[in-house]
């Protein structure tokens, strides 16, 4: 069974430019999630859909942020203009999802190194 | 206010001795908890798991002990070997609808183990 693909692998970038990253999860899972890591930080929730309806969006900047999941399987997150403070490491994650009261694991991609300069 | 506290950034420890790792969190109503492994350049792994309805959960070398009157859990790798270098993480999925969620994380611990 193939991982959670996502590209590109590292991206430098200067501030105020834009930026967009792509994620396709495993085949049949209809949960998918963007993380943020902050170098010694644990990642930290973007945005959840499930198929491509969005469940959580609380954390995710919207003045520069967005993220769409098209036909329920690829997503791509954009940062528009990008911050020095986006450095970071940006996860997409995907799960089942469960019918019954249970924890569905998550499957990470190998994330995208982004360096604002 | 961060839920979920690893308060130990690094870990150094021989090869063949145990490794603790430990995690504390804030929610008593938190159900259930993780630990993923990271190396670097690579996402996440998931190790194991517990259920707040029990207090050890073992796995070949990993075990993971739950004590919910402290809000405390604590993975025991024993014996560490040089591969298990990596950053730990503990983890808490929310629970929402029929199903679990988001994932919030700790800072991560950095275990090293030398040869």
């Known amino acids: 069974e193939a991982g959670v693909a996502q590209s590109p692998r590292y991206k430098i970038i200067e501030k105020r430019q834009s930026v967009a990253f792509w994620c396709n999860p495993i085949s049949g899972h209809a949960t998918l999630y963007w993380y943020q890591q902050i170098l010694g930080q644990g990642p930290k929730l973007l945005i959840q859909f499930q198929n491509n309806g969005v469940v959580d969006d609380s954390q995710l900047p919207k003045d520069r942020f967005s993220a769409e999941r098209l036909k329920g399987v690829d997503s791509t997150l954009k940062i528009q203009p990008a911050k020095l403070e986006d450095s970071a490491v940006y996860l997409c994650?995907?799960?089942?999802?469960?019918?019954?009261?249970?924890?569905?694991?998550?499957?990470f991609g190998p994330g995208t190194r982004l360096t604002v300069l | 206010d961060q839920q979920v506290k690893q308060n130990s950034p690094s870990l150094s420890v021989q090869e063949g001795r145990i490794s603790i790792l430990n995690c504390d969190y804030t929610?008593?109503?938190?159900?259930?908890f993780l630990w993923y492994k990271k190396y670097p350049a690579e996402g996440p792994t998931f190790l194991i798991s517990?259920?707040?309805?029990?207090d050890k959960n073992e796995d070949g070398r990993f075990t993971v002990f739950l004590n919910k009157s402290a809000k405390h859990l604590s993975l025991h790798i024993v014996p560490s070997q040089p591969g298990d270098s990596a950053v730990y993480f503990c983890a808490v999925p929310e629970a929402g609808g029929t199903s679990y969620g988001k994932l919030t994380f700790g800072q991560g611990t950095i275990l090293t183990v030398h040869p």
């Open positions: 929610n008593s109503m938190f159900d259930y």
């Open positions: 994650a995907s799960s089942k999802t469960g019918g019954t009261v249970t924890y569905n694991e998550q499957f």
């Open positions: 517990i259920s707040s309805i029990k």
